[in-house]
């Protein structure tokens, strides 16, 4: 089965750095782009990046509400993925998802079950 | 506020068929591919329709997704009791300022 789990959420006051963690098991994770989201408490889904495989040169890209705050690296021989974020805001807080993309197109075909972020001093 | 257009809200009885529209643009939509998620209370997303209309095994076959133009929908034939959730489009934008992949704002879908 595949798996997601996210780790390192918490409260951290604004201006500060947190790193989250995804460990995935049950399918390539070499071979697989990885995705991150959010979601402010109440609201709806946000992308937030993704990062390509090292097969596809392991590029990034990030959405303008994150670019160049946020950056998103892997460990392919440990099959985590991690959301590194920086310079965090109020608006940065809520429940960050990681998520495999599906090998079809660019949905997110299995989610980890979340990891929540406050920012607040 | 999200980039594609969804009711706030739709309801039917069991047994109905409700659906649910998704309104886009030439450069998300008509172009690329439409996702759908499910959001159960209190649990993460999970995907309901990759490729505009295909299933990912096990969705039931009562949830089906087409699109036209620049707009897409979901239907869910036969509502059931468990189908009470938020639902959530979202397509890759290819917009040269901001490209991403953008959401809807959700649609609660209650039974009544």
């Known amino acids: ?12 006051k604004p201006g500060r750095s947190l790193r989250l963690s995804c460990t995935t098991s049950g399918f390539n994770f070499a071979d697989s782009a990885m995705r991150w989201f959010r979601q402010a408490p109440g609201k709806g889904l946000e992308w937030v990046g ?3 495989s090292n097969m596809y040169g ?20 440990k099959a985590v993925v991690y959301l590194e974020m920086n310079n965090l805001k109020a608006d940065d807080t809520g429940t960050y998802y990681c998520t495999r993309e599906s090998d079809f197109d ?16 | 506020q999200a980039v594609l257009t969804q009711p706030p809200s739709a309801s039917g009885t069991p047994g109905q068929r409700v659906t649910i529209s998704c309104s886009g643009s030439s450069s998300n939509i008509e172009t690329n591919s439409v ?20 299933r990912p095994s096990g969705v039931p076959d009562r949830f089906s997704a087409s699109k036209s133009g620049t707009s897409a929908s979901l239907a869910i034939s036969g509502l059931q009791p468990e189908d009470e959730a938020d639902y959530y489009c979202a397509s890759w934008d290819d917009s040269r300022s901001n490209p991403g992949y953008v959401f809807g704002a959700g649609t609660t879908v209650t039974v009544l």
Request: cysteine-free.
């Open chain 1, 50 to 52: 993704f990062i390509r």
């Open chain 1, 58 to 77: 392991g590029s990034t890209k990030f959405a303008a509400s994150v670019r160049g705050r946020f950056a998103i690296s892997r460990d392919d021989s």
């Open chain 2, 35 to 54: 996702n759908w998620y499910q959001q159960l209370p209190g649990s993460a997303p999970t995907l309901l329709i990759y490729s505009t209309n295909q």
């Open chain 1, 106 to 121: 660019s949905s997110a075909s299995h989610w980890g079950q979340g990891t929540h972020v406050t920012v607040s001093s």
């Open chain 1, 1 to 12: 089965d595949v798996q997601l789990v996210e780790s390192g959420g918490g409260l951290v």
